[in-house]
């Protein structure tokens, strides 16, 4: 990472004097969400991508549940719907037959 800012700052001709501002305050931000981090219990950045992997692994577990889960939901929506017009069906043959309700 600091090669590719010090290519890129040979490139566009600034000094390096502006590379080392850069790399400082990319190093403060760092410290500072550290410190954040494990002031508010998660343990620092490494805790924090370690709970990243792990929510990742378990939505992608998750995922094919929730998929048949809709699937299934959309087949009872489709029955109910086909239910829906055969008892209008229905209802428009009594009313035929002259047997209102």
Do not use: C, Y
Request: charged share 30%.
């Amino acid at each position: 990472m600091i090669w590719l800012a010090v290519g890129a700052a040979s490139e566009r001709s600034t000094g390096i004097e502006d590379l080392l501002l850069q790399l400082a305050s990319v190093a403060r931000f760092t410290n500072d969400l550290e410190r954040r981090l494990a002031g508010d219990g998660l343990g620092g950045l490494a805790r924090v991508r370690e709970l990243h992997r792990r929510v990742v692994e378990l939505l992608g577990a998750v995922s094919p549940d929730v998929t048949r889960a809709r699937a299934t939901v959309a087949d009872l929506v489709a029955s109910l719907r086909a239910m829906e017009d055969a008892l209008a069906r229905l209802r428009r043959l009594k009313s035929e037959l002259g047997h209102a309700s």
